[in-house]
């Protein structure tokens, strides 16, 4: 079985630090890359980084030189973290992480799969 799941997320003041985890586990054959979005209150969700499965990274202007993408692999687990540093109020949102062109090792092709989110609120 697949899955993805986020963790990490929780409450800092204003210039803190967080660091987020996704970690996508099963009979996973290949997949196309992992990505950060979130969705802030009363707004769409955003895509603000992502890794390929080769390393090359994207990240949105929101927060590019203050967030920090990685990814690990480990048996039948990726890791992907983030690292957030300088943290806004405005960084305030639920955060997902999604696995993109995923296929297992049955054959099963999966678009793109999503994570349960995860909460970071920045206030004083």
């Known amino acids: 079985q697949v899955q993805l799941v986020e963790s990490g997320g929780g409450q800092v003041q204003p210039g803190g630090s967080l660091r987020l985890s996704c970690v996508l586990s099963?009979?996973?054959?290949?997949?196309?890359?992992l990505r950060w979005h979130r969705q802030a209150p009363g707004k769409e969700r955003k895509l603000v980084a992502g890794i390929t499965s080769g390393g090359s990274t994207y990240y949105d202007d929101s927060v590019k030189g203050r967030f920090t993408i990685s990814i690990t692999r480990d048996n039948d687990k990726n890791t992907m973290s983030v690292q957030m540093n300088s943290l806004k109020p405005e960084d305030t949102a639920v955060y997902y992480c999604?696995?993109?062109?995923?296929?297992?090792?049955?054959?099963?092709?999966?678009?793109?799969?999503w994570g349960q989110g995860t909460l970071v609120t920045v206030s004083p």
């Open positions: 999604s696995a993109v062109r995923v296929v297992t090792s049955d054959g099963d092709e999966y678009t793109e799969l």
């Open positions: 099963g009979s996973i054959y290949n997949f196309a890359g």
